[in-house]
């Protein structure tokens, strides 16, 4: 999120399930980010270290819809020492503010202090007064930085965008290596099942026993190029279910403006080109000459009512090129006996191919616009589709008690509220928000988690770098059953759960 153009940041209790060093790292790189970006971030945390308290410019305390303080950091001691309230010597900052408890004045009985109070006084304390008088005061537009708010929607120009959307289709591409290996090792490697297919055509149409003196001779070369033509085109649709899975991730991200659709469309497209002809040069490789195309590189019988279907096939184009390029070709022109035309014009008719040498070209140039419409096409429809639907919180309106039940508890199944298609029992007595959810099951095995060692174990003498918070712990959970935690002590020094 923080390089999208957004220059507020609003954060909920995000130091949730973390340890305190970690929580530092994280809040001490927002800081950065801050002052790098020149913008302005909001965290709500709930007890932080006194590390990372000393991170924040300012300071918010909120009780009972009052706000008790709003202010520098600095002052904020200082405010609560006003209203009777000191800091013990070994006490956290964000400890004390929270507990309230540590009364300044011995000579005096202690006395509750009310959040309303707080608020009040707070408007006569000078932090207070100095964020009044700021906010009464007309701003002065002359003074405003012209960085101050956005006029552009998105963050970088559109070159930078680009290049960054390319680089990280380069690295998913890296990252999913496996999958673009297989695809050519599916026309490679004799071990996998499309190159089995190829080798099988090498041997059915080797090219000693491809003869080229009869038109049934010619339909032998034009089934070996149908089915060259079929493989290439069904092999990239491997890559289809990756392309659904990354449409999540892309809807947050376009949602939030971190790209334009054709921005993340263009470089999916100009990376998988290379690897386009790479899969066709290996076949090629293998095929071509093994059955005996010529090495010189320069229609069936239809309804009425399917001509459209015949007309905007891309593959109608494709092959009409290959085998126009393959038996328009010198070897193929010579005359049979009581024969007017030659025999590379007898094949494509007896297939009902066109016999024009420019059909070679023509197939060239609409398969190009046929990749430029569909990447079109991909593009609008990233921009205009929208995002599925997001699940809402349940709030239940029942009543705590079911008198007609007599108290007890009753079973009910509601699918809003975990948000999919499973049944899950909640008693009528629950009441409240329940968030949306999908069940899982969790398994971990032999999970070691270290963090840097603090410094004041450092000032003791311990020489390690790093504290062992956990070491070699396994368990399992799965939903909808109950945890006992029970400890088993391996021979290793592994825990399980």
Same mark, same amino acid.
């Given at each position: 999120?923080?390089?999208?153009?957004?220059?507020?940041?609003?954060?909920?209790?995000?130091?949730?399930?973390?340890?305190?060093?970690?929580?530092?790292?994280?809040?001490?790189?927002?800081?950065?980010?801050?002052?790098?970006?020149?913008?302005?971030?909001?965290?709500?945390?709930?007890?932080?270290?006194?590390?990372?308290?000393?991170?924040?410019?300012?300071?918010?305390?909120?009780?009972?819809?009052?706000?008790?303080?709003?202010?520098?950091?600095?002052?904020?001691?200082?405010?609560?020492?006003?209203?009777?309230?000191?800091?013990?010597?070994?006490?956290?900052?964000?400890?004390?503010?929270?507990?309230?408890?540590?009364?300044?004045?011995?000579?005096?009985?202690?006395?509750?202090?009310?959040?309303?109070?707080?608020?009040?006084?707070?408007?006569?304390?000078?932090?207070?007064?100095?964020?009044?008088?700021?906010?009464?005061?007309?701003?002065?537009?002359?003074?405003?930085?012209?960085?101050?708010?956005?006029?552009?929607?998105?963050?970088?120009?559109?070159?930078?965008?680009?290049?960054?959307?390319?680089?990280?289709?380069?690295?998913?591409?890296?990252?999913?290596?496996?999958?673009?290996?297989?695809?050519?090792?599916?026309?490679?490697?004799?071990?996998?099942?499309?190159?089995?297919?190829?080798?099988?055509?090498?041997?059915?149409?080797?090219?000693?026993?491809?003869?080229?003196?009869?038109?049934?001779?010619?339909?032998?070369?034009?089934?070996?190029?149908?089915?060259?033509?079929?493989?290439?085109?069904?092999?990239?649709?491997?890559?289809?279910?990756?392309?659904?899975?990354?449409?999540?991730?892309?809807?947050?991200?376009?949602?939030?403006?971190?790209?334009?659709?054709?921005?993340?469309?263009?470089?999916?497209?100009?990376?998988?080109?290379?690897?386009?002809?790479?899969?066709?040069?290996?076949?090629?490789?293998?095929?071509?000459?093994?059955?005996?195309?010529?090495?010189?590189?320069?229609?069936?019988?239809?309804?009425?009512?399917?001509?459209?279907?015949?007309?905007?096939?891309?593959?109608?184009?494709?092959?009409?090129?290959?085998?126009?390029?393959?038996?328009?070709?010198?070897?193929?022109?010579?005359?049979?006996?009581?024969? =007017?035309?030659?025999? !590379? *014009?007898?094949?494509?008719? %007896? #297939?009902?191919?066109?016999?024009?040498?420019?059909?070679? +070209?023509?197939?060239?140039?609409?398969?190009?616009?046929?990749?430029?419409?569909?990447?079109?096409?991909?593009?609008?429809?990233?921009?205009?589709?929208?995002?599925?639907?997001?699940?809402?919180?349940?709030?239940?309106?029942?009543?705590?008690?079911?008198?007609?039940?007599?108290?007890?508890?009753?079973?009910?199944?509601?699918?809003?509220?975990?948000?999919?298609?499973?049944?899950?029992?909640?008693?009528?007595?629950?009441?409240?928000?329940?968030?949306?959810?999908?069940?899982?099951?969790?398994?971990?095995?032999?999970?070691?988690?270290?963090?840097?060692?603090?410094?004041?174990?450092?000032?003791?003498?311990?020489?390690?770098?790093?504290?062992?918070?956990?070491?070699?712990?396994?368990? =399992?959970?799965?939903? !909808? *059953?109950?945890?006992?935690? %029970? #400890?088993?002590?391996?021979?290793?020094?592994?825990?399980? +759960?």
């Amino acid at each position: 999120m923080l390089v999208g153009p957004a220059k507020a940041l609003f954060m909920d209790e995000i130091s949730t399930g973390l340890d305190s060093s970690t929580t530092f790292q994280i809040v001490n790189s927002l800081k950065q980010c801050v002052h790098i970006l020149k913008g302005t971030t909001v965290i709500s945390l709930l007890q932080p270290a006194p590390q990372t308290n000393n991170l924040f410019y300012d300071i918010t305390l909120l009780s009972d819809s009052h706000i008790l303080y709003q202010g520098p950091r600095e002052y904020v001691l200082q405010f609560f020492q006003s209203m009777g309230f000191q800091r013990p010597e070994r006490k956290g900052v964000a400890d004390f503010l929270q507990e309230e408890q540590y009364w300044a004045h011995k000579d005096q009985p202690y006395r509750f202090v009310r959040a309303k109070e707080f608020s009040e006084a707070l408007k006569s304390f000078h932090v207070g007064r100095s964020l009044r008088e700021e906010l009464d005061s007309e701003f002065d537009r002359s003074k405003s930085h012209p960085a101050a708010l956005n006029t552009k929607k998105f963050g970088v120009g559109k070159w930078e965008l680009l290049k960054a959307c390319l680089s990280s289709e380069y690295l998913l591409m890296k990252r999913n290596s496996f999958v673009y290996i297989f695809r050519l090792s599916q026309v490679a490697c004799p071990s996998i099942y499309l190159a089995v297919m190829a080798f099988i055509a090498m041997t059915i149409f080797l090219r000693t026993k491809m003869c080229r003196d009869s038109v049934t001779d010619g339909g032998i070369y034009v089934g070996a190029l149908f089915f060259g033509l079929a493989v290439i085109m069904f092999n990239g649709l491997a890559e289809l279910p990756m392309v659904v899975l990354k449409l999540p991730v892309f809807y947050k991200q376009r949602d939030n403006l971190f790209f334009p659709s054709w921005a993340y469309a263009l470089p999916a497209w100009i990376l998988k080109i290379p690897m386009t002809f790479v899969e066709v040069a290996v076949w090629l490789f293998l095929t071509y000459y093994v059955i005996g195309f010529d090495p010189n590189i320069g229609r069936q019988h239809k309804k009425k009512w399917w001509l459209w279907g015949f007309w905007i096939s891309p593959k109608m184009y494709g092959q009409n090129a290959m085998v126009n390029n393959e038996f328009l070709a010198e070897r193929w022109r010579y005359v049979l006996p009581n024969s =007017s035309e030659p025999l !590379g *014009v007898e094949v494509l008719k %007896s #297939r009902g191919f066109f016999i024009q040498s420019y059909w070679i +070209w023509i197939g060239v140039v609409v398969l190009i616009g046929y990749t430029l419409l569909f990447n079109f096409g991909y593009i609008l429809s990233l921009t205009y589709m929208s995002t599925p639907e997001k699940r809402h919180a349940f709030i239940s309106e029942e009543p705590e008690n079911n008198e007609q039940n007599g108290g007890s508890n009753k079973v009910r199944n509601d699918e809003s509220i975990c948000g999919n298609t499973s049944s899950h029992a909640f008693p009528s007595s629950y009441r409240g928000m329940v968030l949306p959810f999908e069940p899982h099951s969790i398994t971990f095995d032999d999970v070691t988690y270290a963090v840097d060692m603090p410094q004041e174990m450092r000032n003791q003498g311990v020489v390690e770098n790093n504290l062992v918070l956990l070491k070699c712990v396994s368990g =399992s959970f799965r939903p !909808g *059953v109950g945890c006992h935690r %029970s #400890r088993q002590d391996n021979s290793d020094g592994c825990t399980c +759960w």
